[in-house]
Every structure is written in structure tokens, then in C-alpha cells.
């Protein structure tokens, strides 16, 4: 015990100076041991330093307390010391220890999931992604367990303050993975399917060398998005393995078959197949947007009727795309010319819909500043990649990689070092 109180005095005369933070964090590193022999006892040690001044110190202590185990009677003060830390700790100093910020992050994480209160972990790990993170474009390991606390406790909204940053950066493949596949669910729950086509297409065409779990699911829930979203699955890009291509269509051969279904246009066949396949969807816990899959037809049949009519009655749309009434007929229509699906009129007085070109001109100030802010969003975003491909053209270790494997190339083989380099 004497080693301890012994650390805990070099962590409160050492942290104040930047300059000895460093001696600080090796004498840490070297006193690890000791303080997980010493786990059950370092509450009281813990308490005697400030979370905020003795940020590093704090961290040790702290992560070397929550490896062991802790009993039910302390979940609720080691829940609340561990929020207070996050609140409090100096950003600079836990990033000189990202992994042991990162391991009591996800300990917190793990008892507010076990004592299932999800939502109390919510806000605690949103500031802690952001005090991990050097900048916005950084990705976190803490990240996909943010968004999956959000998706446990339906706190839907939250999740989108870390989806809508642009990620550059990314350290470990299965974060990403993670990240857009648990960021896809937060889009379909906010109904933001355009953003959840992107997240899951993200999943299913990044590199790998093998199929995973994470990109079959997410190629699962990708086929749906895309059928309620666009009517159609879109063509993957060239750059998707095609062996994990192949992979995936195997593991989800009811979602193509359902692709398959829905392409037809028939509402009973659609009806048919689902029912058919029923149970695997529910046991995917796909059943939700399956269901919406089927509810969209309604509105992909009627988007095919504005491509032959000028008008029609409320009652031949019904009759047309399988509805029972006139009325739900014109319900569908005007929700569909609400979200900008069609461009259409209802007369009430005779029942009859007259379809209509989109109105959009492309010439208004909004427009403008739409279309302008695009290209600038484009134009920071190449020059960000032409930084990254000069960085990893002169990467003496993808130098040395490339040499090994194309060891007969002519001069002419190689990119031309970037100007700024020479």
C-alpha cells in the first residue's frame, strides 16, 4: 500500500507541470503491476486526486480499478466516478494513454448495457469520443460503442452529432465496420434512408480479405434500404471484391430473392414471397423493414403510372396498384407529392390526379448555394486525398512493399514524386 501512496503523491506533484508529464506516465507505466494487485483498494486513493488537474494519474488508478471485478453495491458510485472523470479529465493528458481511456470507456459501457441503463451512457461517451479525438475527421474506438448506446436506449438523435462529421482517419478496419453499420441503423430509425444507403454501402464495398458478420448484415439491410429508398439495388462500384460479392449474395439469398420479387411490380407476389420467408426475416430482427419494403410497392407503382398518364381518377390508381379504397388511394398521393416523390394535383371534386413535370428550374438563389457549397465540400475533399496519396507515395514501408512485389519495373512504372517533395 505504501507503493501506492507513494505513486499518488508523484501524480499530484508531477501533473501540474507539463513538462514532467511524460516522467509522470513512465512511472505509471512501470507501477501497472502493482495497482492491478492492488485493484479492490484504490478507491480511496482515487478520491484523494482531482479528476480534472491529475487527469493521467486518475486514469491509471481508475482503469486499473475497473479491471478487476466489481461488486453490484459500488456499479452506481463507479458509474458515477467514471461520468465524472469523462466530464472532467484533461483532453492532452488522457490522449498521452489512449488505451487505458479506451478500456474504461468500454467498461462503463459494458455495466450500463449489463444493468441495463443504456441511456445513461449516451452523453458520457459522446463527450468522450470527442475528447479522444485529435480532430473531427478522426475515428475512435470509441465510436461504434457511442452509437450502439444510442441504438440500445432509442436515442436516435444523438447518434447523428458524430454521423454527419466527414471521417478521414481511420486506425482499426472493424471500428469502421462497426461504425457504419450501427450509424446505418441510426439512419433507418430516423427514417434518413439516403444516409443509411450510404453507411451500409460503406460496409459492404470496403476492403477486405475475407467475408465478415458485419458486412453480411450490412448487405442485408442494404437490399432493403435500397428497394424502400431508390425501387432498386444499384450496381456496386468496381472496386468491391468480387469473391465477397459473390459471398454476400450467397448468405442473403432470400433478400435477393425478395429483390427479385419486388422488381416485378406485383403486390401479391411480393405478399407471397415474404410470407414464405417469414421466419427469416424475424429471426434477422429484418422484419420491420421488410414490411416497409412491401408498403413502398405501393408507391413504386404509382411513380410507374406517372410515366404513361397525364391524369387519372383516385379510383383507377386503386385499381391499378391493389389498394382497397379510392381513399387510401389518395392518402398515398398526397404523401408521395408531400416528400417530393411526384409532382402532382388532386381535384376533389371529381377524384382525378393530374401528373406534372418537376418543377425545379435549377436557377434559384437556394439552388445556388446548394449546388456551390457541393463543389466546395468537393474540392477541400480532393485536396485532402492528394495530401494522403503524396504522404503514401514517399511512405518508405509502401516504397519498400511495392518494391517486393513488382521487382521488374521500368522507370517509367513509378509515380513521379510529388512536386512539394523535391
Sequence with gaps: MDSVEVLVAHIQDLSGNPVELAHLHAILKQSEDTLRVQASRLVP????????????????????????????????????????????????????????????????????????????????????????????????????????????????????????????????????????????????????????????????????????????????????VALIHLGQIPSLPKYTASTVLRSLKSYAQPYVGLASSYATGKFSELEAFIQTNVEKFQTDNNLGLVKQVLSSLYKRNIQRLTQTYLTLSLQDIANAVHLNTSKEAEMRVLQMIQDGDIFATINQKDGMVSFHEDPEQYKTCEMIDQIDSSIQRLMALSKKLTAIDEHISCDPAYITKIGRERPRLDFDDFDSVPHKFL
Excluded: W
Design 45 to 224: 486513493f482515487i478520491e484523494q486526486l482531482d479528476p480534472s488537474s491529475h487527469s493521467l494519474g486518475y486514469l491509471f488508478l481508475l482503469e486499473a480499478y475497473s479491471s478487476g471485478p466489481i461488486l453490484r453495491e459500488n456499479i452506481s458510485s463507479f458509474l458515477a466516478c467514471v461520468v465524472g472523470f469523462i466530464n472532467f479529465c484533461s483532453a492532452e493528458q488522457i490522449r498521452l494513454a489512449p488505451d487505458k481511456f479506451i478500456s474504461v470507456c468500454k467498461r462503463f459501457k459494458d455495466q450500463v448495457i449489463q444493468h441495463q441503463v443504456p441511456i445513461q451512457g449516451v452523453a458520457p461517451l459522446r463527450t468522450a469520443v470527442r475528447k479522444l479525438q485529435s480532430s473531427y475527421e478522426q475515428l475512435t474506438a470509441l465510436h461504434s460503442d457511442f452509437l450502439f448506446l444510442c441504438l440500445l436506449s432509442k436515442c436516435y438523435k444523438a447518434g447523428t452529432s458524430v454521423l454527419d462529421d466527414e471521417v478521414l482517419e481511420i486506425d482499426q478496419p472493424r471500428d469502421f465496420f462497426l461504425f457504419c453499420y450501427y450509424g446505418g441503423m441510426i439512419n433507418i430509425g430516423l427514417k434518413r434512408f439516403p444516409k443509411a444507403l450510404e453507411c451500409l454501402h460503406n460496409v459492404v464495398t470496403a476492403p477486405m480479405s475475407t467475408i465478415n458478420a458485419i458486412a453480411i448484415e450490412a448487405y442485408k439491410k442494404y437490399i432493403l
